[in-house]
């Protein structure tokens, strides 16, 4: 389904509730990868010649990508075979856009693009909806002003801002604050139109895929041990892009909804095919495993420099709380809303640390789960950046409203709870579902999950 008809339908502008489904069965296609589309958009409007792009996410996020990409003078459109093209205008040769930037719910966008144009001599004002111009852009304005952009934002550095580029970058060495692949990502573009070599120390290793996309258009990335056993990711600046095909897996983020609905309805088997398998990417697939989860992976191999594989998903029996490893999180700090939703529905104690970061993400997602999974009667605890959550083996109670605050995975996260519990779960708003995964409900239906409009 095409997000054009998911909007036609209403699906996404109302609140929706989920029933108690029973077994899930069949299969289906994830749509693609949320970070790679944004990055293969984003790298093919640097490339110099035509980049053709297959699998690409068609949700707003990366719209929005689209969007900023050609008001920065590139061309891309989607063809008849459904692949998009891209010709790009090589790096240093963006040009500057005559209007705001509006990059909607997308942070990925956001970041990533603030590092783009940190290296390129021109202005640009950024803004965001609702949630986006909550979320903190210092900790891309800091490296990215040490590399010579100047900066105007609303204070603690909120959208909407304006960005001064510049044509004469400076190349920095720079220790990531925190664990984020975007900020990770938005030094290392900058870099690539800076003077001399950029490097980013990362103790945490988060995502990679702006080092494998660069290195599968031609750039070369290098990746150092430091005496302390950090990442150090090095790119020296005026290198070439060149334009080539990339092929976007589907998302494992996106998976892990339909795999968690299956895991909680038990005798469900479900198959979803060529998912992303990115090691820095998995991290729920190896809680669930942890936590008894019947899950196989077939056809495994590699395609556009990143791991795929079928994933099967089989519902045998109850899952078990475990401990969720801190030094897991950077892997999964996508899932935690749907692992939580696992967690009240298994049995025993799961228990979550190391989680400030999630309440930085397009809601503060460890306070909006925690406020679901008790109003749809779950036992927890939650402190400034944990999570504890007590299950008895079987689902909860339900029967609750959600508040989902602009926040997609909150949104699909209680939708998939409702699957399971005794009385139905409604979330106020599906609207934001479309910035990830617009055939979401269509998708969930297919397998046979009772989600609708109607309470
Ligand atoms: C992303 C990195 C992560 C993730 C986001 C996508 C990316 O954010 O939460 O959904 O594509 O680089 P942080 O880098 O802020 O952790």
Known sequence: MTLEFAQEKNFYTSSLTSKKSGPLNGSARIPGDKSMSHRALMFGALAEGETMISGLLEGEDVYNTATAMRAMGANITKGDDGLWRCFGQGVGNLEEPSGVLEMGNSGTSTRLLLGIVAAH??????????????????????????????????????????????????????????????????????????????????????????????????????????????????????????GCAVDVPSDPSSAAFPVVAALINPGSEIKLHRIGMNPRRTGLYDTLIEMGAEITFENQKIEASEPIATLVIKSTKPLKGITVPPERVPSMIDEFPILAMAAACAEGT??????????????????????????CGVELEMGEDWLTIHGNGKPPKGGAMIETALDHRIAMSFLVLGTATQEPVSIDDSSPIKTSFPNFIELMREIGADIDSRA
């Open 350 to 375: 799961t228990k979550m640390t190391d989680l400030a970061e999630l309440r930085v993400k397009e809601s503060d997602r460890l306070l909006m789960v925690a406020n679901g999974l008790k109003a």
């Open 121 to 242: 001599p021109m202005t640009v004002c950024f803004t965001g909806d609702k949630s986006l111009i909550k979320r903190p852009m210092g900790r891309v304005i800091t490296p990215l002003e040490q590399m010579g952009a100047t900066f105007l934002s609303r204070a603690g550095g909120r959208l909407p801002l304006a960005i001064r580029g510049t044509d004469n970058a400076k190349a920095i060495t720079y220790k990531l604050p925190v664990a984020s692949a975007q900020v990770k990502s938005a030094i290392i573009l900058a870099g690539l139109n800076a003077r001399g070599t950029t490097t980013v120390i990362e103790s945490h290793p988060t995502r990679d895929h702006s080092e494998n996309m660069l290195r599968h258009f031609g750039v070369n990335v290098t990746v150092e041990k430091t005496e302390d056993g950090a990442d150090a990711i090095s790119i020296t600046g005026g290198q070439a892009l060149l």
